[in-house]
């Protein structure tokens, strides 16, 4: 069974840019949650997705937003990048809500904004 | 305001050396309590799901405890192999929160 894939793998992007990352969640998972990871402040909790709706969202400005597909597929976008948008984001699908089950993670995808 | 700590922050044992590794937490309205391994470079890991004080699972060197403030993750004999970062993270009603990890280091 093929684990979550996130692409790209590696981004560079620049200040005031937006960016999109891709996350395929193992297949008949239906849940798919995002996360960054910096070395100051961990790993933190961004959105999830069940079923093509947000159900949860963490503590992040509104220039993070994610859509869900009816593939379960999900993409997160970041709007006018910032240098502390400088971080691995991780993508985890579950068969179930978040908190239910445990989550299977992605490799990430490591942002660099210049 | 939810919070996850862990420590150490970091150690180091030798080959053989049982130790245990400390998660402790003030959330309101628990729902679960998770474990992960995580590897340089690497997405984290599932390793144990927890969901009510007094729960134990056991998975080969590796067994994770939770009480009503705090769980454990012992490590029996641990081997080179085992050297990772140990992650907890709870389920509170919103969101999933993370501690900073527990960094081991297993010498030979």
């Known amino acids: 069974k093929a684990g979550v894939t996130q692409t790209p793998r590696y981004l560079i992007k620049t200040r005031g840019q937006q960016v999109t990352l891709s996350c395929s969640p193992i297949?008949?998972?239906?849940?798919v949650s995002w996360y960054q990871q910096t070395p100051g402040q961990g790993l933190q909790f961004l959105f999830e997705?069940?079923?093509?709706?947000?159900?949860n969202k963490g503590n992040f400005p509104g220039r993070f937003s994610g859509r869900q597909f009816s593939n379960s597929r999900s993409e997160m976008n970041v709007s006018t990048l910032e240098l502390g948008d400088s971080a691995l984001y991780l993508c985890?699908?579950?068969?179930?809500?978040?908190?239910?089950?445990?989550?299977?993670f992605g490799p990430g995808t490591r942002l660099t904004v210049t | 305001e939810d919070q996850v700590t862990q420590s150490p922050e970091a150690l180091r044992l030798q080959e053989g050396e049982s130790s245990s590794l400390n998660c402790s937490y003030t959330?309101?309205?628990?729902?679960?309590l998770f474990w992960y391994r995580q590897d340089p470079g690497k997405g984290p890991e599932f390793l144990f799901t927890?969901?009510?004080a007094g729960e134990e699972k056991e998975k080969e060197r590796l067994k994770a405890t939770l009480t009503k403030k705090e769980s454990f993750l012992h490590i029996t004999a641990p081997k080179p192999e085992d050297s990772a970062t140990y992650l907890c993270a709870v389920q509170a009603d919103n969101d999933m929160r993370f501690g900073a990890g527990t960094r081991l280091t297993v010498k030979p």
């Open positions: 959330v309101s309205g628990l729902r679960g």
């Open positions: 997705y069940f079923s093509e709706t947000q159900r």
């Open positions: 927890l969901y009510s």
């Open positions: 297949s008949g998972h239906r849940s």
């Open positions: 985890a699908s579950s068969v179930v809500p978040l908190g239910q089950h445990e989550q299977y």
